[in-house]
C-alpha cells in the first residue's frame, strides 16, 4: 500500500468516525480539516524523505562515477611508468565502480520516478485541503440556512396548533359577550327606569326632529346652485300646508258671518 493510499484510509477512517459521532458540523468540519493538515505534515515528511534518498542515491552514484576515473587516472599513471601490472589492477577496480555507478544511477532514475509521483500527489493533497477549507465555509452556511429553516418550521408548526388561537378566539367571544350584555343593561335602564310615558315621547321627539338624508341633500343641493333659489322643497311643502290651511280658515270665516246675519 503506497503512502499516499495510507493517507486516504486514515482520513476516510477519521471521517467516518465524526460523522458516525453525529457532531456539531462545524466542529466536526474543523476536526476533519484539522486531521487533513495532520495528515499532510506527515506526507510532507516523507516527501522529504524521499527527495532526501533520492538525492543520496545520486551523490552515491556520481561518487561512483568519480572513483572510477581517478582509477582511470591510476592505471594511466602506472602506464606511464611501466607497471603494467598495476595498470591492470587500477582497470580492474574502475570498472567496479563504473558498475557500482550504472547500478546505483538506474536505482536513482527509479526513485526519482516515483519521488515525482509523490510531489504531485502531496501538490494534490495540498489542493484538496485548500478546497475543502473554502468548501467548509459553503458547507457551513448551507448548515446554517437549513437549521434557521428548521427552527422557522419548528416555529410556524407551533404557531400552527389550535391552542393559541382558540385562546385567543375564546377572548374574543368573551370581551363581545360583555359588549353586548352592557348594550342590553343600557337599553332595560332606560326602556324601564323613570316615567315610562315621558320615555316614549322623548324618543318621539329625537324621532321627529331628526333631520333627514332626503332634506340634508336638498338643502346641499340648493347650497351649492344645483336647485333655484328658494326655500328647500321641504319648506315649500310646510309653507304649502300653511297656506292650505289659510285658504280653509278663510273659507269656513264669511260662513259664520252669513250665520250671524241671519
Not at 147 to 173: D, G, H, N, P, Y
Not at 228 to 246: F, I
Amino acid at each position: 500500500m503506497g503512502l499516499f493510499d495510507r493517507l486516504s484510509q486514515v482520513l476516510r477512517s477519521n471521517i467516518n468516525d465524526l460523522i458516525s459521532r453525529s457532531e456539531d458540523p462545524e466542529k466536526m468540519l474543523n476536526q476533519i480539516i484539522i486531521d487533513m493538515r495532520s495528515q499532510l505534515v506527515k506526507a510532507k515528511q516523507q516527501v522529504a524523505s524521499a527527495i532526501a534518498d533520492e538525492k543520496r542515491l545520486r551523490d552515491q552514484a556520481d561518487k561512483e562515477f568519480k572513483d572510477a576515473g581517478d582509477w582511470e587516472k591510476r592505471a594511466v599513471l602506472a602506464i606511464q611508468e611501466g607497471r603494467d601490472d598495476l595498470a591492470k589492477q587500477a582497470l580492474v577496480r574502475q570498472g567496479e565502480h563504473v558498475s557500482h555507478a550504472q547500478q546505483l544511477e538506474a536505482t536513482w532514475e527509479a526513485h526519482r520516478g516515483e519521488t515525482e509521483k509523490l510531489k504531485n500527489s502531496l501538490r494534490d493533497l495540498n489542493d484538496k485541503i485548500e478546497e475543502a477549507k473554502r468548501k467548509k465555509n459553503l458547507l457551513l452556511a448551507r448548515q446554517r440556512r437549513a437549521q434557521a429553516q428548521a427552527r422557522i418550521a419548528e416555529t410556524m408548526s407551533s404557531l400552527s396548533e389550535k391552542s393559541a388561537f382558540e385562546a385567543f378566539a375564546r377572548m374574543e367571544e368573551k370581551i363581545e359577550t360583555n359588549e353586548r350584555q352592557l348594550k342590553a343593561s343600557a337599553e332595560i335602564d332606560e326602556e324601564f327606569s323613570g316615567d315610562t310615558l315621558q320615555n316614549k315621547f322623548k324618543q318621539l321627539e329625537k324621532t321627529s326632529g331628526a333631520v333627514g338624508v332626503d332634506q340634508q341633500l336638498m338643502a346641499l343641493k340648493q347650497k351649492m346652485g344645483m336647485l333655484p333659489a328658494g326655500a328647500p322643497q321641504t319648506s315649500r311643502q310646510l309653507g304649502a300646508g300653511k297656506r292650505s290651511e289659510e285658504t280653509v280658515s278663510a273659507d269656513i270665516e264669511p260662513a259664520h258671518g252669513d250665520d250671524s246675519k241671519s
